[in-house]
Every structure is written in structure tokens, then in C-alpha cells.
């Protein structure tokens, strides 16, 4: 029998003796129930030094092991995460990556909130000044980089929840798409921003010898100031020179080379083009909806000083050692016409470019021509000249930078030349370009001409008048 039992039938007993004793009248059956008791006792005190500690100590062990190993698996399946040694944290984006090395993703994100003030003149007597302003979401990125299957093979995805911006009367010169220009005219539309346009999109295998092949959706190789990401710009946004001269985004292959002093790389693609000089591209655009029949640029930089990573932004930290980056870069495309009798045509360009960092103190500058010669029949073959200087210093190190730029354009047309300075200074909250609040002015020191127009940065058509442009931005890196 076992102690379970023998305890029921001990604990019953007692409860019927003692019922008994209450209702018992009599002395002696009293005396036989306090005997019977005193018997039960005694076997159960028998039983408890035979057998009942050992059975519940090992009763217990038993159920304590069994509770300490599902603790155990259950802390397995929580850190199985940990024990494959994968790893996580923040390195200039937060990342996740497999404990060798071969798989590794970045993720980071870029918000510009800006306001712009905007001052012109809407008739030519100047009677009807004007002012603009307004806040606006400049920009809003989120970017997916890092490698696959090994280091060499690497990877960036990028978007931008995009913004809508216009002018709101007058008339004005803008970009045809083939190199000229035509009038237009622009109202008070209302424009609604905020989807998600897909900028980057590429891959990349490295070589050891230093080569590289890139192919899918980025910027050609051209001018410096666009190469330079957004984010790492010096004034609240890229000049004017840029917005009409940049290379926009296209889609490609290229091949490339870098070692300790020089690097360079050469493009095929669809052609370069923003909706500017060039005429419009298509981010993430089919094959047979482009607007150029072929296009190459190349483009080659000499690190005379420094390194590489300190060309990454115009700025330049208190303590950083001297760097100097010469460059140049051209592109040669033919626009796609749709008829044999117009392709003839071909667009060129060329820029040379000079960077320093001094340590606390910066400077920048870049020369541009452009040659748009689409054929007789068009009668526009003209040479386009532009320069851009620009450079900064720290008054408070490593905290408060004041900034100058300069930009000149010559159209070789009857639209008058781009001649604006601005001034201006950044905060910075740390010492990167993770927080930091910009301000800046820029006024046009003669006439305004509507063909350099760009609202995106905040110069607006207007009747080739006076202009000033105020901008404020704070910008977040995560």
C-alpha cells in the first residue's frame, strides 16, 4: 500500500474515532478510541522514517529538473538571435549582420524641414513686388545599403517621399528637352506631394585590383556638387549652376577603379537629365521610354592630400588634416527624336572641379560647359559657360560655420547672365551633419533671369527682375 493511501486511511480513522468519542456516552469507548489513535500515530511515524522524506525529496528534485530545462529551452529560443552570432547596432545608420561578415544591411533615414521666403518683382516697373514663403518637407529619405554573399558584393536602395513645388503666375524660358528653351506660362495650381519615388536602386562587385562594375539606377559620373550626397551639403541646398547642369538619376552600367590616389569611372546609360538643361529623365523608367538614344560620361578625381572619406561632404572639422581633390568629368549623348530626319543632334558637356579642407575651413569650386547642338534644323548649337565658388569656416569650432557662394552663368542666348551670391551659417548640434540647423540669403546681383529659375531651391520665375531668397532648414540623419 503506499504512503498516499496509508494517509487517507490513518486521517479517516481519526475522523471516525473521533466522531465516535463525541457521541459516545460512555468512559471506556472513549478510552478505545483515544488507544485506536494513538496506534494510527505511531504506523504513521513508522511510515515517515522508512519512506515518506526520500519519496518527496526525490518527488521534488524531479519536478525541479524538469522546470530547470524548460527554463532552459525556452532562454534558447529567446537568443537564438545571439548564439548564431549575428550581430546589430549603429554605425552612421542602424545595421544587421551575420557573424562573418557576408550579409549586412543599413538602414537610414534624412529629414530637411525648410522654410523659404521669396522676394521678386512682378512687372517690370516694379510696382508689384512680391513675397512667397512658406514651410515645407524638402526632403524625406529612407536608405537600404550594406553587402550580400560576400563584402565585394554590395547594394543600395534608396526613396524619397517626394515634394511638389511650382511657381504661382508669370511667364518664362524653361527647357524644351532638347537642349533650347520655350515660354511658358505658370498659375496658381495646387500641387499635393509625398509619394514615394524610388531614387537608387543598384548593385556592385568589387574587384581586388581595385575595379568595380556597378549597373542598375543612380547618378552618372559627372558633376561633383550632385555627387555629393544632400545631406553633406554645405548651404541649405546645391547652387543653381547645379540645378541646371546636373546629371539627375539614369539608368546604367558602369565600370569604375579607385586605389590610394586616384579613382575613376565610366558610364553607359540612358542618358542624364532632371527636367533641366538636359531635358527631362525618368527615375526607374522603361526601356523604351527614354529620352535619349545613348549616352556616356566619365569622369576622373586626383587626392593630391587627405583621404577619400573626407571628400564624402563639403565641410571640413576642426582637426581634420589638409585635403585637396582635383577632378573632371564629361558627357556625350544623343536625344531621341522619333524621326530620321533629326538625328543628327548630339548634347556634350564638361566640368573640372577643385575641393580643400583646411581643418576648420573649406573651399569649392567647379567650371561647367554645355553644348547643346541638336542639328540645323533646330539652329541651336551654343556654348554654355557656368562657375560656382563656395567655401566656409568655423567661427565657434566644430559648433558655428559661416558660409559664402558665388555662381555665374552664361547662356550664349539673349537671356541675361545667372550672377547671385549667398551667404549664410550652419549650427551644429554634434560634430556631423546628424542634427544641424542652416540659414541662409541669396540675392541676385543684377536682374533675375526666369531661364536659371529652379522653385525646388527656391528662385522662382518672375519678369527678369530683383530677387532674394531667404531659406531656414533643420536636418535630422538617422
Same mark, same amino acid.
Given at each position: 500500500?503506499s %504512503?498516499?493511501?496509508r494517509v487517507?486511511l490513518?486521517?479517516g480513522? +481519526?475522523t471516525l474515532?473521533?466522531?465516535?468519542v463525541g457521541?459516545?456516552?460512555?468512559?471506556?469507548?472513549? #478510552?478505545? +478510541?483515544?488507544? @485506536?489513535i +494513538?496506534k494510527?500515530?505511531?504506523e504513521?511515524a513508522?511510515l515517515?522514517?522508512? *519512506?515518506?522524506?526520500?519519496?518527496?525529496?526525490?518527488?521534488?528534485a524531479?519536478?525541479i529538473?524538469a522546470?530547470v530545462?524548460d527554463?532552459l529551452?525556452?532562454a534558447?529560443?529567446?537568443a #537564438?538571435?545571439?548564439?548564431s552570432?549575428?550581430t546589430?547596432?549603429?554605425?552612421r545608420?542602424?545595421? %544587421?549582420?551575420s557573424?562573418d561578415?557576408?550579409?549586412?544591411?543599413?538602414?537610414e533615414g *534624412?529629414i530637411q524641414?525648410?522654410?523659404?521666403?521669396?522676394?521678386?518683382?512682378l512687372?517690370?516697373?516694379?510696382?508689384n513686388?512680391r513675397?512667397?514663403?512658406?514651410? @515645407?518637407? &524638402?526632403r524625406?529619405k529612407?536608405?537600404?545599403?550594406?553587402n550580400?554573399?560576400d563584402?565585394?558584393w554590395?547594394?543600395?536602395? *534608396?526613396?524619397?517621399? &517626394?515634394r511638389a513645388?511650382?511657381?504661382?503666375s508669370?511667364?518664362?524660358?524653361?527647357?524644351d528637352?532638347m537642349?533650347?528653351?520655350?515660354?511658358?506660362?505658370f498659375?496658381?495650381s495646387n500641387n499635393n506631394?509625398?509619394?514615394f519615388?524610388l531614387?537608387?536602386?543598384?548593385?556592385?562587385?568589387?574587384f581586388?585590383n581595385?575595379m568595380?562594375v556597378?549597373?542598375?539606377?543612380?547618378?552618372?559620373?559627372?558633376l561633383r556638387e550632385e555627387?555629393?550626397?544632400?545631406?553633406r551639403?554645405?548651404?541649405v541646398?546645391r547652387?543653381l549652376?547645379?540645378?541646371r547642369?546636373?546629371?539627375?538619376?539614369?539608368?546604367?552600367?558602369s565600370?569604375?577603379?579607385e586605389?590610394d590616389?586616384?579613382?575613376? @569611372?565610366?558610364?553607359f546609360s540612358?542618358g542624364?537629365g532632371?527636367?533641366?538643361a538636359?531635358g527631362p529623365s525618368y527615375a526607374n523608367?522603361?526601356?523604351?521610354?527614354?529620352?535619349?538614344?545613348?549616352?556616356v560620361?566619365?569622369r576622373?578625381e586626383?587626392?593630391?592630400?587627405g583621404?577619400?572619406?573626407?571628400f564624402?561632404e563639403?565641410?571640413?572639422?576642426?582637426?581634420e588634416?589638409f585635403?585637396?581633390?582635383i577632378?573632371?568629368?564629361?558627357?556625350?549623348q544623343?536625344?531621341?527624336?522619333?524621326t530620321a530626319?533629326?538625328?543628327?543632334g548630339?548634347a556634350l558637356s564638361?566640368?573640372?572641379?577643385?575641393?580643400a579642407?583646411?581643418?576648420? +575651413?573649406?573651399?569649392?569650386?567647379a567650371?561647367?560647359w554645355?553644348?547643346?547642338?541638336?542639328?540645323?534644323?533646330?539652329?541651336?548649337?551654343?556654348?554654355?559657360?557656368?562657375?560656382?565658388v563656395q567655401?566656409?569656416f568655423?567661427?565657434?569650432?566644430?559648433t558655428? @560655420?559661416?558660409?559664402?557662394?558665388y555662381?555665374?552663368a552664361?547662356?550664349?542666348?539673349?537671356e541675361k547672365?545667372?550672377?547671385?551670391?549667398?551667404?549664410?551659417?550652419n549650427?551644429?548640434?554634434?560634430?556631423?551633419q546628424?542634427?544641424k540647423?542652416?540659414?541662409d540669403?541669396?540675392? #541676385?546681383?543684377e536682374d533675375?533671369?526666369?531661364?536659371?529659375? &529652379?522653385?525646388?531651391?527656391g528662385?522662382?520665375?518672375?519678369?527678369?527682375e530683383?530677387?532674394?531668397?531667404?531659406?531656414?532648414?533643420f536636418?535630422l540623419l538617422?
Amino acid at each position: 500500500m503506499s %504512503l498516499t493511501h496509508r494517509v487517507g486511511l490513518l486521517a479517516g480513522a +481519526a475522523t471516525l474515532a473521533l466522531t465516535g468519542v463525541g457521541l459516545a456516552e460512555s468512559r471506556d469507548a472513549g #478510552s478505545e +478510541a483515544l488507544a @485506536e489513535i +494513538a496506534k494510527l500515530r505511531t504506523e504513521l511515524a513508522e511510515l515517515k522514517s522508512k *519512506q515518506g522524506d526520500s519519496w518527496l525529496t526525490e518527488q521534488r528534485a524531479s519536478e525541479i529538473r524538469a522546470l530547470v530545462q524548460d527554463v532552459l529551452a525556452d532562454a534558447d529560443t529567446r537568443a #537564438s538571435l545571439q548564439s548564431s552570432g549575428m550581430t546589430a547596432g549603429y554605425d552612421r545608420g542602424f545595421f %544587421l549582420a551575420s557573424p562573418d561578415g557576408n550579409f549586412r544591411l543599413r538602414v537610414e533615414g *534624412q529629414i530637411q524641414f525648410r522654410y523659404i521666403l521669396n522676394y521678386r518683382d512682378l512687372s517690370s516697373d516694379g510696382i508689384n513686388d512680391r513675397w512667397t514663403s512658406g514651410f @515645407e518637407n &524638402s526632403r524625406t529619405k529612407l536608405t537600404f545599403s550594406g553587402n550580400i554573399v560576400d563584402p565585394s558584393w554590395t547594394y543600395r536602395v *534608396q526613396g524619397n517621399f &517626394s515634394r511638389a513645388s511650382t511657381d504661382f503666375s508669370g511667364t518664362g524660358e524653361v527647357p524644351d528637352g532638347m537642349g533650347g528653351t520655350e515660354t511658358v506660362t505658370f498659375n496658381g495650381s495646387n500641387n499635393n506631394g509625398g509619394s514615394f519615388t524610388l531614387e537608387d536602386a543598384w548593385l556592385q562587385k568589387d574587384f581586388d585590383n581595385g575595379m568595380y562594375v556597378r549597373f542598375g539606377q543612380y547618378k552618372p559620373p559627372f558633376l561633383r556638387e550632385e555627387l555629393v550626397n544632400s545631406k553633406r551639403q554645405l548651404l541649405v541646398d546645391r547652387s543653381l549652376v547645379n540645378q541646371r547642369y546636373n546629371q539627375g538619376y539614369s539608368q546604367g552600367v558602369s565600370l569604375g577603379f579607385e586605389s590610394d590616389m586616384f579613382r575613376g @569611372e565610366a558610364m553607359f546609360s540612358d542618358g542624364i537629365g532632371d527636367n533641366n538643361a538636359w531635358g527631362p529623365s525618368y527615375a526607374n523608367s522603361g526601356w523604351n521610354t527614354r529620352s535619349t538614344e545613348w549616352a556616356v560620361t566619365a569622369r576622373a578625381e586626383f587626392l593630391v592630400a587627405g583621404n577619400w572619406r573626407q571628400f564624402d561632404e563639403f565641410t571640413s572639422f576642426n582637426g581634420e588634416s589638409f585635403g585637396l581633390l582635383i577632378g573632371g568629368a564629361m558627357n556625350w549623348q544623343r536625344p531621341e527624336f522619333g524621326t530620321a530626319d533629326n538625328d543628327e543632334g548630339q548634347a556634350l558637356s564638361a566640368t573640372v572641379d577643385a575641393s580643400a579642407k583646411f581643418g576648420g +575651413a573649406n573651399l569649392y569650386g567647379a567650371f561647367v560647359w554645355f553644348n547643346p547642338d541638336i542639328g540645323d534644323d533646330f539652329n541651336n548649337d551654343r556654348n554654355e559657360l557656368a562657375i560656382v565658388v563656395q567655401g566656409g569656416f568655423f567661427i565657434v569650432p566644430d559648433t558655428f @560655420e559661416i558660409f559664402a557662394r558665388y555662381e555665374w552663368a552664361d547662356p550664349d542666348t539673349d537671356e541675361k547672365d545667372l550672377n547671385v551670391l549667398t551667404v549664410g551659417a550652419n549650427w551644429y548640434l554634434t560634430k556631423s551633419q546628424s542634427a544641424k540647423f542652416t540659414v541662409d540669403v541669396g540675392f #541676385s546681383l543684377e536682374d533675375f533671369d526666369s531661364f536659371y529659375a &529652379s522653385p525646388s531651391v527656391g528662385w522662382l520665375q518672375g519678369f527678369n527682375e530683383t530677387q532674394i531668397v531667404a531659406r531656414a532648414q533643420f536636418q535630422l540623419l538617422f
